[in-house]
């Protein structure tokens, strides 16, 4: 679970699997929002005033080859995954790695995003592309009306 804070992605919550792989995700590490899936589903759902100030204070630096380093790039890559409901990330944070991400919003506001990342062999293009994101905005679907109807959250 990540959330925005001062511009940056902080991650509060993280679940290693049974055969999760550790890397330099932990809670409390801030980085920047555009590396990863979270981040993007995150400033996908920013006012556009908001990413760009984020931009310009924090600027758009590469991790990998991958990582979209371009402004108008990112921008086009927002608008999509405002159309599909979800982010993904292919080795643009961690070569070798691949994630997908969905935003929970409560009454229109993003408070943060689920996100589940993995080595790229384990994430190939049917699972990457259909099942997870069927899968990880499902769950922010619950998450969401549990956020909004259930008071014992």
């Known amino acids: 679970f990540v959330v925005e804070e001062n511009g ?9 699997g049974e055969h999760g792989v550790k890397t330099a995700n932990r809670i409390g590490r801030r980085s920047h929002l555009h590396l990863h899936a ?4 995150i400033l996908a759902n920013l006012p556009e005033e908001r990413v ?3 931009i310009d204070s924090k600027g758009l630096p590469a991790s990998t080859e991958h990582t979209i380093t371009d402004e108008a790039e990112l921008f086009e890559e ?17 070569v070798g790695t691949r994630s997908v ?9 993003v408070i943060g995003a689920i996100s589940v990342g993995g080595p790229a062999n384990r994430f190939n293009d049917e ?3 259909e099942k997870l994101p069927e899968l990880v905005t499902g769950l922010v679907n619950e998450i969401e009306l549990q956020l ?3 008071y014992d959250v």
């Open 78 to 94: 927002l608008e999509q995954i405002r159309a599909d409901g979800f982010a993904l990330n292919d080795n643009e944070e961690i």
């Open 127 to 129: 699972r990457f592309h």
């Open 52 to 54: 760009q100030e984020i």
């Open 148 to 150: 909004q109807y259930d």
């Open 8 to 16: 940056y992605a902080v991650h509060v919550d993280r679940q290693l």
């Open 38 to 41: 979270g981040g993007k589903a």
């Open 101 to 109: 991400a969905a935003p929970i919003t409560v009454d229109g506001t």
